[in-house]
């Protein structure tokens, strides 16, 4: 379930107190603060952006050797363009492997 903000509506139209509250996404917004009483407005935060694999700075460490070979994956580079020989870098398995 998401967690949705509020903000208390004032009498004059000021803003008050915000506060976040966990909702269905297919409850009504609240009209109410459920301990007071005041009329709410529900509105929009700022979210976090998706983690795009290999797309980011953020996601180079997780696609690093060590943290590749901690979750059981095995990665190989070319050795070079014409050769078709890829060696191991992390994980197990043959050091070389070569393309027939």
Same mark, same amino acid.
Request: proline share 9%.
């Given at each position: 379930?998401?967690?949705?903000?509020?903000?208390?509506?004032?009498?004059?139209?000021?803003?008050?107190?915000?506060?976040?509250?966990?909702?269905?996404?297919?409850?009504?917004?609240?009209?109410?603060? *459920?301990?007071?009483?005041?009329?709410?407005?529900?509105?929009?935060?700022?979210?976090a *952006?998706?983690?795009? *694999?290999g797309?980011?700075?953020?996601?180079? *460490?997780?696609?690093?050797?060590?943290?590749?070979?901690?979750?059981?994956?095995?990665?190989?580079?070319?050795?070079?363009?014409?050769?078709g020989?890829?060696?191991?870098?992390?994980?197990?398995?043959?050091?070389?492997?070569?393309?027939?």
């Amino acid at each position: 379930m998401p967690v949705y903000e509020y903000v208390v509506i004032h009498d004059d139209g000021s803003e008050g107190e915000r506060f976040e509250i966990l909702q269905s996404i297919h409850a009504k917004p609240l009209t109410q603060h *459920p301990e007071s009483g005041l009329p709410v407005q529900r509105i929009i935060s700022q979210t976090a *952006p998706p983690k795009i *694999p290999g797309g980011t700075k953020q996601s180079k *460490p997780d696609l690093s050797n060590q943290n590749l070979e901690r979750l059981g994956f095995t990665k190989y580079q070319k050795t070079d363009s014409s050769s078709g020989k890829y060696e191991k870098v992390a994980g197990e398995g043959p050091d070389m492997i070569q393309r027939d």
